[in-house]
């Protein structure tokens, strides 16, 4: 009985471990970052054969590739950090380039010299962590990193609300007094978050070198996040704790980015380290921390706002096997109770009852005589 099991938990072994490649081959798949450049000798003699390292800081997996015959060496599908990049070749110094910033979707150039070995020495260089000028190529873009994120201030804590800080976008926070976001001149559709991270499409209110807000186009990834009802509108807005980076393309992009004129906004997910880390957040709202409600047209503000909003969460992440395979959890929630006083005219009884006197089978009677029609009214004045 034993023997005829085996081979069936041989081909779920099998289809496991396919499995578990296939979504490993898509996990890199979805980082378009690279470091390029070409190494060369102190003379300008580039170096063929040469050994090129490239370690991620926080993860420490290692890619290796070889120059060409022309010195020249790519390493590609690099998920946005610190990296520290390492050449070595026979009779030269080993040069380590240490602190080199690599951003999310961007290609990063870093020319290497190498010297002559001089008693096994090695030259160690700090390289510049944020290049003042992208010389690869002309898009006109900016990168909003983990930190700003979790640094700046954002409504309902929607990591969507820093895109108006990055180069060639125009954009309004302003919000109703509903907490609905204020629409730019020619735009329908949903509108930006009101209810944080939790609204099914947000529509972001910015727009990009002169274009429509529904010709936005966002990016989770490298998967569509956009809405099929409305266009320029996400439907899915990760929370703060889970983006790693977020890069916006303004101008110039490549025909990968060709299903929208806007903005391109691309989100890169946080990741585990080969260190344990997390982080908790709780926000607490009550009525009894409000202020008074001004306007309840009683002319005595005796009711305050009844606003009760819990909002909660966190992340957690850290290796599975050092240096190979990470895990990375984020959640967030929240729970809202909202009750709201006005002053309204109301139908009394007897008003009630002397319009279905009058006109019995009238269309007014049959709605006032409706038992669902009614308001429900705490009391009268």
Do not use: C
């Amino acid at each position: 009985m034993q023997q005829a099991r085996s081979p069936f938990r041989v081909r779920v072994l099998v289809v496991g471990l396919l499995f578990a490649l296939y979504a490993a081959a898509n996990a890199a798949g979805q980082y378009s970052a690279s470091i390029q450049g070409t190494v060369s000798d102190q003379s300008g003699a580039v170096v063929s054969g040469a050994k090129v390292t490239v370690t991620n800081d926080e993860t420490q997996v290692k890619q290796h590739v070889t120059t060409s015959k022309e010195g020249f060496y790519s390493v590609t599908a690099l998920p946005p950090g610190v990296y520290t990049v390492r050449v070595e070749f026979t009779g030269f110094a080993p040069a380590e380039y240490t602190n080199v910033q690599i951003t999310a979707e961007n290609t990063t150039g870093l020319n290497i010299t190498l010297h002559p070995a001089t008693q096994q020495q090695q030259v160690m260089v700090t390289a510049q962590t944020s290049p003042s000028l992208q010389t690869e190529n002309a898009v006109l873009s900016g990168t909003i990193s983990s930190q700003e994120v979790l640094d700046l201030p954002q409504y309902g804590r929607d990591p969507y609300e820093l895109l108006r800080l990055t180069p060639g976008v125009f954009g309004d926070s302003s919000r109703s007094n509903n907490g609905n976001s204020n629409l730019l001149p020619n735009t329908a559709g949903p509108g930006g978050s009101a209810y944080s991270i939790f609204q099914t499409e947000n529509m972001v209110q910015i727009s990009s070198d002169g274009q429509r807000i529904s010709d936005n186009n966002f990016l989770l990834d490298g998967v569509s996040a956009n809405s099929l009802t409305w266009g320029g509108a996400a439907v899915v807005t990760p929370n703060q704790e889970s983006v790693k980076e977020m890069q916006v393309v303004t101008n110039g992009y490549s025909a990968e980015y060709g299903r929208n004129s806007g903005a391109i906004v691309q989100v890169v997910s946080q990741t585990g380290t080969n260190h344990i880390h997390g982080s908790a957040f709780f926000k607490y709202d009550d009525p009894g921390l409000n202020a008074y409600n001004d306007y309840n047209g009683l002319g005595n503000p005796t009711e305050r706002v009844n606003d009760a909003t819990r909002q909660f969460g966190g992340s957690f992440g850290g290796p599975i096997k050092k240096d190979k395979l990470f895990y990375f959890f984020s959640y967030e929630g929240m729970r809202e109770n909202v009750g709201n006083f006005a002053d309204e005219y109301v139908l009394t009884p007897q008003f009630v009852q002397q319009v279905i006197s009058m006109r019995p089978n009238g269309v007014s009677a049959k709605i006032l005589q409706n038992p669902g029609y009614a308001p429900r009214v705490v009391s009268l004045l």
